[in-house]
């Protein structure tokens, strides 16, 4: 069973950080490619950051530069490190993996980055 925990969510003003986790339990790390995505009120959903089994990662073009995705095998964990944040990065941010043939969802963390 597969399941996924977000958290490290907040209120930050412009220009700060926030460093979000995803643990995951029932997924094979080395294999799993694991995402987060983001939604902000009133939008679809969007891709932030992807990090496969073997570490190569890849970004939406709205974060380059500014985000990092990493995971930790031993801890099951895979990391959101949000630097230089900007009021248009607040959203909920959920983490993701397709799964076994299906996708998997966390259940979100809220990111509030004040003007």
């Known amino acids: 069973h597969v399941q996924l925990q977000a958290s490290g969510g907040g209120l930050v003003q412009a220009g700060g950080f926030l460093k979000l986790s995803c643990k995951t339990s029932?997924?094979?790390?080395?294999?799993?490619?694991m995402n987060w995505y983001r939604q902000a009120p009133g939008t679809q959903r969007e891709f932030v950051a992807g990090?496969?089994?073997?570490?190569?990662?890849n970004y939406a073009d709205s974060v380059k530069g500014r985000f990092t995705i990493s995971r930790d095998y031993a801890r099951n964990t895979v990391y959101l490190q949000m630097d230089t944040l900007k009021p248009e990065d607040t959203a909920v941010y959920y983490c993701?993996?397709?799964?076994?043939?299906?996708?998997?969802w966390g259940q979100g963390t809220q990111v509030t980055v004040s003007s």
């Open positions: 993701n993996t397709n799964y076994r043939g299906q996708p998997w």
């Open positions: 990090i496969t089994g073997s570490g190569n990662t």
């Open positions: 029932g997924v094979n790390n080395k294999i799993a490619t």
